[in-house]
């Protein structure tokens, strides 16, 4: 069993609960926080090592400060990264248009690694 680490970025916050009960059949979901106007420093951690590509700025400036939903899940990696590809194609047509880093609508780690380092970042906002 992983541990998973959803996160439902801005433009997929309008449906937060459609998102999350779609990912409730495939795991255990162990933490849920909606988290208002996520500070800067906090997507410059997340997307630190996206640094290189060319539109890591545009991107870190259009998340900052906006709203996000994260979940914890136990479950299946691969179930949850099938799912979040079919959730990506779901909601990009119900989504205002953006870029492609924007219209995808749900972030779920790939590794364990990815797990424990992605969790470090966002931790915070799931102890309140």
Not at 45 to 52: A, F, L, N, V
Not at 59 to 81: Q, R, S, T, V, W
Request: net charge negative; charged share 35%; with cysteine.
């Amino acid at each position: 069993m992983d541990k998973i680490l959803t996160i439902i970025k801005p433009s997929g916050v309008p449906f937060c609960e459609e998102i999350l009960a779609n990912l409730d059949e495939f795991g255990k979901r162990i933490a849920t926080k909606k988290i208002e106007k996520v500070p800067l420093d906090t997507i410059v951690k997340h997307y630190e090592r996206d640094q290189h590509l060319p539109w890591y700025g545009a991107m870190i400036a259009d998340l900052a400060n906006k709203d996000f939903c994260l979940a914890i899940y136990e479950g299946e990696m691969p179930d949850f990264l099938r799912l979040k590809n079919n959730i990506r194609d779901e909601y990009a047509n119900k989504i205002e248009p953006h870029p492609d880093y924007i219209r995808n609508v749900l972030h779920v780690n790939e590794t364990e690694e990815d797990f424990k380092r992605e969790f470090d970042v966002w931790k915070q906002y799931l102890e309140d």
